[in-house]
Each structure stands twice: as structure tokens, then as C-alpha cells.
């Protein structure tokens, strides 16, 4: 069986690959998506497999992503993973250039991710594809 960290590297080509589908595969059936930090109207969470597959189904429409390799920080439990990594992105419908600062807390279950906390900055994602009103457009 894959390490965590191997899951969550795999999920990282998986997303800069467009692969949201199975990106969100990787998800354990109760599996749960975090934002801590949402601007005003976007969610804070996502359960479940099939909902995290349709909350980030249309990813590879608004973004094309490269990922920097991940920094792990050690821990005490196998199935724990904190990473710190970068994105360099391209919002499609602008063209214009973003880079991204992203820290993954990742709890894993039998090689299954049962809870992915996202702390990253959304306002810069926002912004680049032509503020909240444009994002929403395109949700």
C-alpha cells in the first residue's frame, strides 16, 4: 500500500493534470474538504466523494496548474501529511499568470483521504479570473 505522502504526491499530478475525477477518488466515501479561510459566499466544506468531485469538477476550465514539490513536515502518524507547496497558474479565461502559496493539512484512512484542510488565499485565485462576480459566473 502507497504511503500518504505517496497518495497526496499522486493527487498533486492528478490536479495539475486536470484528472478531478480522480483527483476526488482519492477521497474516502465521508471523505471531507476544508477551506478555512473562504471569502463570503463560498463554502467552508465539502463531504463526501461525489461532492468534492462535483465542487472541484470544473477546476481544469478556470485553471491550468503546475505544482512545485511538496515540503513534508514530519509528524507522528503515518496517516497525517502537512505540506507546504507553491502553484504557478494561468486562469484560462483571462491568460493572466498567479502564484499560489498553499498549505495541506491531510488526515488518511486505510490509504484514503478522510480530511483535506486547504489553507490557502483565495482572494488571489479570485481576482485573477475577474473578481468574485466573474467566478461566479463561471460556477
Not at 68 to 97: K, M, Q, Y
Amino acid at each position: 500500500m502507497p504511503t500518504a505522502r505517496e497518495v497526496f504526491a499522486r493527487g498533486m499530478d492528478l490536479a495539475a493534470e486536470g484528472r478531478t475525477r480522480d483527483w476526488a477518488g482519492l477521497f474516502a466515501e465521508d471523505g471531507v474538504l476544508e477551506f478555512p479561510f473562504p471569502p463570503p459566499g463560498f463554502t467552508t466544506r465539502v463531504v463526501g466523494r461525489s461532492e468534492v468531485y462535483e465542487h472541484m469538477k470544473h477546476l481544469p476550465e478556470l485553471l491550468e496548474v503546475r505544482f512545485s514539490a511538496p515540503l513534508f513536515h514530519d509528524t507522528t502518524d503515518p496517516d497525517l501529511v502537512i505540506a507546504e507547496f507553491t502553484s504557478d497558474n494561468v486562469a484560462v479565461a483571462t491568460g493572466r499568470e498567479f502564484r499560489q502559496s498553499h498549505l495541506a493539512v491531510v488526515w488518511f484512512r486505510a490509504g484514503e483521504i478522510v480530511r483535506y484542510r486547504d489553507f490557502w488565499n483565495p482572494w488571489v485565485f479570485i481576482e485573477t479570473l475577474g473578481g468574485q462576480d466573474a467566478l461566479q459566473g463561471q460556477r
